[in-house]
C-alpha cells in the first residue's frame, strides 16, 4: 500500500488493521465466560451428591459471572471497535499511547 491510505498507520508503515487484536480479546473472555457457563452445568450435575441442595448457590453464582463476563465482553468490544473505526480527528488515545494526527 502506498503511503497515506487508510490501511497505513503512521508509525513505521505497518498496517493498521483496527478489528484484529480487539476481535481476539473478546473472543479470548467469551470463551472463558463459556467456560464457566460449563463448569457451573458440570458442578449442577455433580455438586447435588455432595452438598445436597445448596448445590444450585455455586451454579447460580457462576451462571451470574459468565453472564457479566459476556456483556461486559461486548460492550467493551463495541466500545473500542467504534474508537478505532472512527475518524482520525475524534479518536482518543488508548492505553496511553498517544494517536497519531
Excluded at 480479546?25 to 464457566?36: E, G, H, K, Q, S
Amino acid at each position: 500500500m502506498s503511503e497515506g491510505t487508510a490501511g497505513e498507520s503512521g508509525r513505521g508503515g505497518r498496517p493498521f488493521d483496527a478489528g484484529l487484536q480487539p476481535k481476539r480479546t473478546a473472543l479470548a473472555w467469551r470463551r472463558t465466560a463459556l467456560a464457566v457457563a460449563v463448569a457451573c452445568l458440570a458442578a449442577l450435575r455433580i455438586l447435588p451428591e455432595v452438598l445436597g441442595s445448596w448445590a444450585l448457590l455455586p451454579a447460580a453464582l457462576g451462571a451470574c459471572v459468565s453472564f457479566v463476563a459476556l456483556v461486559l465482553t461486548h460492550r467493551r468490544y463495541r466500545r473500542i471497535h467504534t474508537i478505532l473505526t472512527s475518524s482520525g480527528t475524534d479518536r482518543v488515545a488508548l492505553g496511553g499511547e498517544s494517536c497519531p494526527p
